[in-house]
């Protein structure tokens, strides 16, 4: 029978990480960017008279690089560094890298590839031009930043190691806390939260290298990645991880002895099963499990979002304070469930509404958290509808109301529950009155001794239900009604649970997919930097640059077109579009049209009239009348008969 029952708990919490993936890979994109450009030096599509020395790039954020982060390519394809990338001397958010002193004329291509200060890789490229601008032959990557295999099962194992932390501290928090009669059932889910951890934590560890240098899975054991990872931050991270998860399996093993020997195991030791009284734990077992749970939620703080921005001290409690309520709350509802389901023992009231406390404060701590990180994140209500990080927000509050509201109808059961274990209190002194008076012999029998001493002030499970008045002189009639009014709310109270469960882990899916989002603070200064420049008064030739995939639904047919706008001003502007192919290469289409239109004024559409140029298509005579935000239509040709449109928007200054 044991053995069942462990198959169902094991198949259960299969099930439950089954769902996790299928909302991933349902739903979960590609992770954007948390830190972007600011600037470069030379600055993108720029025309320069005289070659520079050095290539300089400036991030919204600080960055991690390697020595080839920035690779600069000639226009025959052909690298052009004169040394390793570095970090400019007291700047961590800029990075640079020499060039050699006979660069010819052309267009140069700048590939760059660097980590945020939150561990997500980032890449990208630009040009620019010495003399004029050039055919060229440099192969730009159309590719994401992590290859989608790799950043697939990294995500994955990201899912389920917030899943496994918060099984493993919710449920012994539950065990602690709330003191159920029996531990029983609730052993394997402790086992399997650690392990899952553990393996996930392992997982990590070898699919970082792969994660972010952008090569895939095959690249797992790459001696030379699995080195970068254990002399970075976030490889770092994870070994404390490995390192505390030895030291929980440790107070783990003495704290389950301990409650042996205390005796608050099974129901037929210790405490009655309907009093919920198992021993408190010691100063020192709080101490300790309170050690290991803050140091292993600071294993995510390290690496995550609030390792970077403003106020990162504060900004790191508060990530860790909002992992820990999520995990007393999320994994002490899963056992909780458990308890109810699958113990021996019927959980008592007690119990239940030492977890309704706790929830409560737990709720509470995630509030207060939340909204602290959302303004962090945010900045600003523009960025709430206006950014994915603040519809992905929006989408995990609603979640959240939705499993407020779940709990509301558990607190409610639990203080029926609460309220129908109170009434035997006193009612057992009536009891023992009414045996007492029936007869002179019947005060010394055995049922006087069974309520005399301390059990005699507990609730037992007979008398869980207050019976009718009709019925309170007929003692024998309170455990069938107890028995019944017990056994409703508890079904009422698993039904309950179970739904907190299922939205609570929705709400686990989309917190991770937000940790995955570039904040919206972050990208609207990104956007309002790149705008700032545009609008600089003298600050010398900008450009517009604007990538947009593209696809006629063709064998081959697919890929990007780059245009790039000089110097994205009112009056003359020269434009530049390049088509990068499937291959990641430069690509040659029989035509490209690009046609401008300011629906405000009613001006346009407004011919480009590009013309190939040899390796791209481009004019040096669009001429934009008025300021404003301008409909680009661009249509590629890629044989005689197949062709698509694609429209985007673009800012001009005055």
Not at 54 to 77: A, C, K, Q
Not at 340 to 351: C, D, F, G, I, T
Not at 357 to 375: D, H, I, K, M, P
Not at 488 to 500: C, K, N, Q, T
Request: hydrophobic fraction near 45%; include cysteine.
């Amino acid at each position: 029978m044991g053995r069942v029952r462990r198959t169902q708990r094991a198949a259960a919490l299969v099930a439950l990480l089954g769902t996790l993936v299928l909302l991933l890979l349902g739903g979960a994109t590609p992770a954007s960017a948390h830190s972007a450009v600011r600037d470069t030096d030379p600055r993108e599509g720029s025309v320069l008279k005289t070659a520079p020395r050095e290539v300089t790039m400036t991030f919204t954020e600080s960055v991690g690089i390697t020595d080839d982060s920035l690779r600069v390519l000639s226009p025959e394809n052909r690298r052009v560094n004169a040394g390793d990338t570095e970090h400019v001397s007291g700047s961590s958010d800029k990075v640079r890298v020499r060039l050699r002193d006979d660069l010819p004329d052309g267009t140069f291509t700048v590939a760059w590839r660097v980590v945020s200060a939150d561990s997500h890789p980032i890449s990208g490229a630009f040009t620019f031009s010495i003399g004029e601008p050039s055919a060229t032959t440099a192969t730009i990557s159309a590719e994401p930043a992590v290859n989608p295999a790799s950043g697939a099962l990294y995500d994955i194992a990201r899912y389920a190691a917030y899943a496994a932390v918060a099984l493993l501290i919710g449920v012994a928090v539950f065990v602690l806390a709330c003191r159920p009669p029996s531990t029983q059932p609730l052993r394997g889910l402790v086992r399997a939260g650690w392990w899952a951890l553990l393996g996930t934590t392992v997982v990590l560890v070898f699919l970082r290298g792969p994660y972010e240098r952008g090569t895939g899975p095959s690249t797992l054991l790459d001696p030379a990645l699995i080195e970068n990872t254990l002399t970075s931050r976030p490889g770092w991270a994870l070994l404390a991880r490995l390192l505390l998860l030895a030291g929980v399996a440790v107070f783990l093993v003495r704290t389950e002895a301990a409650l042996r020997r205390s005796g608050a195991e099974g129901p037929g030791s210790g405490p009655g099963p309907g009093q919920g009284q198992g021993t408190a734990p010691t100063p020192v077992v709080l101490a300790v499990g309170g050690f290991l749970a803050v140091a292993l939620a600071g294993t995510w703080a390290v690496a995550e979002h609030a390792s970077a921005g403003i106020q990162v001290p504060l900004a790191m409690t508060s990530t860790m304070l909002h992992l820990l309520a999520m995990a007393v709350w999320l994994g002490g509802l899963g056992a909780l469930l458990t308890a109810l389901h699958r113990s021996e023992v019927p959980l008592p009231a007690a119990s239940v509404h030492r977890f309704s406390r706790l929830a409560f404060t737990s709720v509470t701590v995630l509030v207060l958290t939340g909204v602290y990180q959302s303004w962090r994140g945010l900045g600003s209500l523009e960025a709430v509808f206006g950014t994915s990080y603040g519809r992905i927000l929006v989408a995990k509050v609603c979640a959240v109301v939705l499993l407020l509201a779940a709990a509301a109808f558990s607190r409610r059961w639990t203080a029926r529950l609460t309220e129908v274990a109170r009434p035997s209190k006193a009612r057992v002194p009536e009891m023992a009155v009414s045996v007492s008076v029936s007869g002179p012999g019947s005060a010394s029998g055995p049922a006087s001794d069974s309520t005399s001493g301390p059990e005699a002030d507990a609730p037992s499970p007979s008398s869980s239900s207050p019976s009718s008045p009709s019925s309170s002189s007929l003692p024998s009639s309170s455990p069938a009604s107890g028995a019944e009014g017990g056994g409703a709310g508890h079904r009422a109270l698993r039904r309950s649970v179970l739904a907190e469960v299922v939205v609570g882990v929705a709400v686990l899916v989309i917190t991770t997919v937000l940790t995955g989002t570039q904040p919206g603070r972050a990208e609207l200064e990104t956007a309002a930097a790149a705008e700032s420049t545009a609008n600089a008064a003298g600050g010398g030739p900008t450009a517009s640059t604007t990538l947009i995939p593209f696809d006629v639904g063709t064998p081959g047919g697919h890929g990007k077109v780059q245009i790039v706008l000089e110097p994205g001003r009112v009056g003359e502007n020269t434009v530049e579009a390049v088509v990068i192919g499937p291959d990641g290469g430069i690509a040659t289409v029989p035509e490209i049209k690009l046609s401008f239109t300011l629906k405000a004024q009613k001006i346009g559409p407004i011919d480009a009239r590009l013309t190939d140029q040899g390796g791209y298509w481009g004019t040096r005579s669009l001429n934009l009348p008025l300021a404003g935000t301008w409909t680009m239509k661009v249509t590629i040709r890629t044989s005689d008969i197949d062709q698509v449109s694609e429209t985007r928007r673009v800012k001009i200054a005055p």
